[in-house]
């Protein structure tokens, strides 16, 4: 059994090895007491700290404790846990591959822990639609064509990093200086990353391809990683397998209620929301007139934590010339009932960039996006600031609403909004 499939245990070739050097898993969990402690382990560290942990000296026992941990998720069948699960080990192997890569190819052979970045790539069919290019650098002022420059403009020479230029070749990914990714392979990879550098507006798309540097190329395999762990989660557990890892089962539900992760998902509670949020959702409640781009944002964000469309569509009647069926049409589209796509409220750098960013705070300047401040304020919360709007009184007399103040339209209207895979 291979140390690194160990050391990567989402590996189709560690899957493989899986299955055909264990008995079966319900001997494993039956027997191997070291294995259900370290798949027990993987788990809550996920949870608690956002990593698996140590791994276990012994590569077997390592290797295993990952099926076991996937039960173990599976078990519990909260979607907060598979998230937090997949996060954290989608988050250990990139730190690992990225050590990897770095680390000399002697040390490589000697360990034979190693993943090349080939490989990697392969991994997830990412042969054919991701270009590795070396580029031989020659001083030049550089024009700026590099990622996240927003030119858009691609030349004969091709831009190396910001500051140099020169000849092109097509090279193997582990010597490559820098990267192209067919479109349709990055939108997906890139559509869970919030900040706004990943946006499609923000790459220079040259002939339907996006260049990254290696840094980022990384980044997108971590989510490439996710996605598969994430992939099947969770699924129906034989008894056989179950009944022996209930006690550790029962550790990670305990865990997962202490920490109360589960009230991210489904929460509202507007005290928490970000300035911006906060701001907006008193203008609608005050039946003021929003820009487009103001009534997507807010609407997307109620929507991401949880506000169905009905919820939604009456915080808006309190507008003179509501206007019930574009509203919730509209709505629906920013929720991706009407539409192919599920919208994402807009990053921070889009805010700001429509004003509507405003009455920042500390938090604000250590996050990407108003859902990342909304998901930190939520679980850093106690309890009894957690009660959700939508439980209280229903029918609040005391949020400002007044029928008799709007002279707007208080539609969602959607004609300037953007999809998620181009919002984060
Ligand atoms: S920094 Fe982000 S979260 Fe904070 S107010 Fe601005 S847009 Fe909202």
């Given amino acids: 059994m291979q140390r690194l499939h160990a050391r990567y245990p ?40 956002g990593e698996i942990g140590e791994p ?24 907060v846990l598979v998230r937090r699960y997949a996060r954290a080990e989608a988050e250990t192997a990139h730190e690992r591959f990225t050590a990897d890569l770095e680390s000399t190819t002697e ?5 034979s822990t190693g993943l090349e970045l080939a490989e990697l790539l392969a991994e997830f069919d990412l042969e054919e639609t991701v270009t590795a290019e070396s580029v031989s650098a020659s001083a030049s002022t550089g024009t700026g064509a590099g990622p996240g420059s927003g030119s858009g403009t691609s030349t004969g020479t091709n831009t190396a990093t910001a500051g140099t230029t020169g000849t092109t070749t097509a090279t193997d990914p582990d010597n490559a200086d820098r990267f192209r ?28 391809e996006v260049p990254v540097e290696k840094d980022d190329l990384l980044l997108l395999l971590r989510e490439a990683i996710r996605d598969r762990i994430e ?3 969770p699924f129906e557990v034989p008894t056989t397998i179950g009944d022996p890892l209930e006690d550790a089962a029962d550790d990670v539900r ?38 487009h781009h103001s009534r997507f944002a807010i609407t997307a964000f109620l929507s991401s934590i949880g506000m169905t469309t009905d919820e939604i569509v009456d915080l808006y009647r309190v507008n003179s010339s509501f206007g019930e069926e574009m509203t919730r049409y509209q709505t629906d589209h920013i929720r991706g009932e009407t539409s192919p796509t599920e919208y994402s409220p807009p990053s921070c750098a889009t805010m700001q960039s429509y004003g509507d960013c405003v009455n920042k705070d500390d938090l604000c300047e250590r996050i990407p996006h108003p859902m990342a401040y909304y998901e930190q304020r939520v679980d850093d919360a106690d309890d009894d600031e957690l009660e959700d709007w939508r439980e209280g009184d229903s029918d609040d007399d005391d949020d400002d609403s007044d029928d008799t103040e709007s002279d707007s339209s208080g539609e969602t209207d959607t004609s300037s909004d953007t999809p998620a895979n181009e919002q984060e």
């Fill in 181 to 208: 990714i067919d479109v349709g392979t990055y939108i997906p990879l890139a559509a869970d990353l919030w900040d706004d550098k990943w946006g499609l507006v923000n790459q220079p798309l040259t002939d339907g």
């Fill in 56 to 79: 276990h000296r012994d590569p077997r026992t390592e290797l295993l404790s990952y099926p076991v941990a996937r039960v173990l998720v599976s078990m519990v069948e909260e979607r």
């Fill in 231 to 233: 992939d099947g989660l």
């Fill in 10 to 49: 989402f590996l189709e070739a560690a899957r493989e090895t899986v299955a055909t050097e264990t008995v079966d898993l319900a001997t494993v969990v039956e027997q191997e007491r070291a294995v259900v402690e370290r798949a027990r382990q993987r788990v809550i560290t996920a949870l608690e700290d």
């Fill in 107 to 111: 040390l490589k052979s000697v360990e």
């Fill in 254 to 291: 305990e865990v997962l209620a202490n920490l109360d992760l589960t009230r991210e998902i489904d929460t509202v509670v507007p005290e928490l929301f970000p300035p911006c949020m906060k701001s907006l959702l008193d203008q609608v409640q005050k039946g003021e007139h929003l820009p």
